[in-house]
């Protein structure tokens, strides 16, 4: 079992191939996702060495650093190998990644189709455990005024006022909306209260001259536009 743990240790493994030293001499960007979450945990675990502790992590979640993104401290501690301090170190560095790409949004400046109001509020809401509902905000020439939460509700389900989505676009002086609401079941099919809410805003807008550009279903890094499908 020594020889076995012994041959398993990064520590014994050659420099060219051991993640920190890989990530000092050629960058981050070649070490794979498995190394890098090796450099976050240090360790591994008696049988398994930092980088395999983190393939089975990773293969937990098929690969996907956002599902990972996802996981409770509590869950990380599941795995064997993964203490309170190894799980606090993952949860936060992802954490961080997210709101870098929460930032990159400001980049975003103009609306030019649903793949643009798509790539604005991923990051603000795609990977959340609940459900919140969404308002963008946009001038007569689709260039983005504010992005507002409306409301944030349970897994359920949001409540949404037509009357305070309104009366911000007034005072705003917003032509349109674009209307955003995620799906943490995964689901891309808009439900019929989706629909309802949709047709609802659209109506109550067209009296005041706004106009309803689209509503987004957002769910597992993709999304269901009612614009796209025509039935906004």
Partial sequence: MQEKMVSLSIKNWADDDKPREKLRHKGSFVLSDAELVAILIGSGNRNESAVELSKRILASVDHNLSEMGKLSVNQLMKFKGIGEAKAVTIAAALEVGRRRRMQDTTKITKISGSRDAFELLYPLMG??????????????SNKVIQKSQLSKGGITGTLVDVRLVLKQALELGAVGIILAHNHPSGTLKPSAADKEITQKLRKASEALDIKVLDHLVLAQHHYFSFADQGIL
Avoid: C, S, T
């Fill in 127 to 140: 990977e959340l455990q609940h459900e919140e509902f969404w308002i963008v905000y946009l001038n007569n």
